[in-house]
Structure formats: structure tokens, C-alpha cells
């Protein structure tokens, strides 16, 4: 059979009476596959070092940029207390617009690991009232959390973990199978760093549902309890005035300061309730170790897939 090469052929239609004329492409097959055919099918594009770090670098751009403009002396209760009136005449005009632009400033605070969290949830109790002040923060903080735990994931995360030894590898497996609860008790005792929460679970490959939920579960109480705090914050207010105003008329005005510390919130009550919760969390991994020395198969806890590998899309 001779070789055939693709061509046109013209044919008549038969059943036109007009003569009109149509074309059939007959493709060469004998000659091997197409040019089409001959190219791999790609899953997609490889990602370079670039689009990995890039996400990164802007994040850390933008840290600097905000301590460098000094915008971190405004993050302060006797800042709040100054701009009081206004910021309240902001809220009662467009209560919709002011929630949307704290959400939007809580979740830049967050993801740019800046000072202030707990001032900030303060401030949605002042200007929003403890419960709905009290979710918007929940949700802006989970939000600004996400962003970070996902760029640090998709950035040094993996490259971490291909380069860690066997021990390392081996604990960051086990705190995969136990995320959640180790995740939440982290949230809930106020003994480490918001922002070391949000990139150390991304250096162990945490599932992101899992980061989530744990997230949004354990900065409840906290939230809702500074959300308490900031709806009498007026009360706060005045007792700090009265106080200045007394100082005023027993010392000089050079030895009297109006001072409103966001420390003085975080009592020893809140604290130790916050640990109580914390210790809550942790006793089912407590419970598994334990029924793991008696030789018992614990059940999967949240956050473990059945193959015991972690989920890396």
C-alpha cells in the first residue's frame, strides 16, 4: 500500500442536485503518530523557586514595611481611649463598612504577625458589642492564620521536610496523627506566640482542615473573653480617669500619667481558666499514649488519614 499523506479530497454529493462540493481531511496513520500524539500529556507546571518564594518574600516586605512607617504605636489602648468618640461616630454610621474594614485590619495584623491581637479583640468588643465583635474576630483571626500557615507550607515547608533527618521525620509524624488536639491545646494556653502557632504546624505538613478547625475551635474562649472585656471598656475608661484626675490633685502633673495597659487585661483568672481548657484538649493524646503501652489500637483521631501519611495537596 503506497504511503498516503494528508490531504484534501473534494467529493460530490450525491444528493445535491446543485453540484455542491465538500471536503474530507483523510489524516496519514500509517506513518506513525501525530505531532499531537507525540507529546506527553503534563500534570501541570512544575512550580519554580521564584513562584515558591515569592509569596514569602512580599509577606516579610510588608512587615517591615508597616514597622518601619510606625504604625505599630497606634496598636494601644490609650490610643483607643483618645480616638474614643470617633471611632464609635465611624461604627454608628456604617456599623456594616466599620466591621468589614476591623475584619480586614484584624486579618493583616494576623498574617503579618504584628503586635496587638489581644488590643484588637478588645476594640471589637468596644465598637461592636462581645458577640458580634466576638465573631468577626474569630473568623479575621482564622482567616490571617490560614494565609500564614499556607505560604510558610507552600514555601519552607516541604523543602524542610525533604532535607530533615529520621527523628525529625518521625516526630513530625506523630504530631500529624494528633494535629488537632495538639493544635488546640497550643490555641487555647496563651503561652506561646499567635505567629509560632501558624507556621510550626506548616514544618510538620498539617492537613489545612485540620489547622483550621483547631484554629477556629481554640481561640474561642480567649476571643469572647477579651470581646467581654472590651464591651465594658468604657468602665475602663473612667476608672483610669478617675484615677489620673485624683493623681492630679495629690502630686504634680509631671508624676501623673494616663496609662490604659493591655497587660492588665490578661488576669490571672483568665489565664489559668485558658490552661484548664488546654489541659482538656491534651488528655485524649495522654489517653492514646497510654492505651498504646497496654498494646491497645487506639481509633484514628481527627486530623490522621487512614494510610498514616499526611495529605499533601
Same mark, same amino acid.
Given at each position: ?94 456599623? @456594616?463598612?466599620?466591621? $468589614?474594614?476591623?475584619? =480586614?485590619?484584624? /486579618?493583616?495584623? +494576623? %498574617?503579618? &504577625?504584628?503586635? !496587638?491581637?489581644? *488590643? ?16 468577626? @474576630?474569630?473568623?479575621? $483571626?482564622?482567616?490571617? =492564620?490560614?494565609? /500564614?500557615?499556607? +505560604? %510558610?507550607? &507552600?514555601?519552607? !515547608?516541604?523543602? *524542610? ?27 487555647? /494556653? ?124
Amino acid at each position: 500500500m503506497d504511503h498516503v499523506t494528508p490531504e484534501r479530497i473534494w467529493i460530490r454529493s450525491a444528493s445535491d442536485k446543485g453540484g455542491a462540493v465538500g471536503s474530507v481531511t483523510v489524516n496519514d496513520t500509517s506513518s506513525g503518530p501525530s505531532m499531537n500524539d507525540a507529546q506527553p500529556q503534563r500534570d501541570g507546571p512544575r512550580r519554580g523557586p521564584l513562584r515558591r518564594w515569592l509569596p514569602l518574600l512580599v509577606l516579610v516586605a510588608a512587615v517591615v514595611a508597616v514597622w518601619a512607617s510606625g504604625l505599630t504605636q497606634y496598636l494601644s489602648l490609650a490610643s483607643i481611649a483618645e480616638h474614643r468618640d470617633l471611632l464609635k461616630a465611624h461604627v454608628a454610621a456604617n456599623v @456594616t463598612a466599620a466591621l $468589614a474594614l476591623y475584619m =480586614a485590619v484584624y /486579618v493583616a495584623a +494576623i %498574617a503579618l &504577625s504584628l503586635p !496587638g491581637g489581644t *488590643l484588637l479583640t478588645v476594640l471589637g468588643g468596644f465598637l461592636f458589642g462581645w458577640l458580634a465583635g466576638g465573631l468577626a @474576630t474569630v473568623v479575621a $483571626a482564622t482567616s490571617g =492564620a490560614t494565609v /500564614v500557615f499556607l +505560604i %510558610a507550607r &507552600s514555601s519552607f !515547608g516541604a523543602v *524542610l521536610a525533604e532535607k530533615a533527618g529520621e527523628r525529625v521525620n518521625a516526630f513530625a509524624k506523630g504530631f500529624r496523627e494528633d494535629a488537632f488536639n495538639y493544635l488546640l491545646f497550643l490555641r487555647l /494556653v496563651p503561652l506561646f506566640p499567635f505567629w509560632l502557632v501558624n507556621i510550626a504546624p506548616a514544618l510538620f505538613n498539617v492537613r489545612p482542615s485540620t489547622f483550621m478547625l483547631s484554629t477556629i475551635i481554640g481561640i474561642i474562649p480567649a476571643t469572647f473573653a477579651f470581646s467581654v472585656l472590651g464591651s465594658g471598656f468604657d468602665s475602663i475608661i473612667a476608672a483610669q480617669r478617675a484615677a489620673y484626675e485624683a493623681c492630679l490633685k495629690a502630686k504634680d502633673a509631671g508624676h501623673c500619667h494616663f496609662n490604659l495597659d493591655a497587660g492588665a487585661l490578661i488576669t490571672p483568672q483568665i489565664i489559668a481558666a485558658l490552661v484548664a481548657l488546654g489541659v482538656v484538649a491534651i488528655i485524649p493524646v495522654a489517653w492514646k499514649r497510654f492505651r498504646m503501652r497496654k498494646g491497645e489500637k487506639p481509633a484514628a483521631s481527627i486530623g490522621q488519614k487512614d494510610n498514616g501519611h499526611a495529605d499533601t495537596h
